[in-house]
């Protein structure tokens, strides 16, 4: 199971949306509206995401500076698909941001 921080936590609620662990074993989080409506599962529990990077970073696993090269990639990869909103801004925003 996904473990949360209390940095995606603070950026679901910038953009007034509630955020729990994923059900889903596939899943890491699970994205609810404001009222309490399920919107959709948010990132692949089998890839790494910001979060992760900058842990292996700490821990001296991986490069100083790993994390923000792939946030940067990531950003230009998806930015077109980030910039329309919906599914995939919520998940940059999450995960990436």
């Known amino acids: 199971m996904y473990k ?3 940095e995606i936590y603070d950026k679901s609620k910038e953009i007034g949306l509630h955020i729990f ?3 889903n074993p596939k899943k890491k989080i699970e994205v609810y509206d404001e009222y309490g409506l399920f ?3 948010v990132g692949n529990i089998n890839e790494t995401d ?3 990077y900058r842990q ?3 821990l001296n696993l991986i490069p100083i500076g790993t ?3 792939k946030r940067e990639k990531y950003y230009e990869k998806n930015k077109d698909k ?3 909103g919906g599914f995939d801004f919520v ?3 999450l995960l990436w941001k």
């Open 91 to 93: 998940k940059y925003y």
């Open 67 to 69: 994390s923000n090269m």
């Open 50 to 52: 910001y979060y992760l």
């Open 82 to 84: 980030i910039e329309k």
């Open 21 to 23: 662990a994923s059900d």
């Open 39 to 41: 919107l959709y599962y």
């Open 56 to 58: 292996l970073e700490n």
């Open 4 to 6: 949360l921080n209390c």
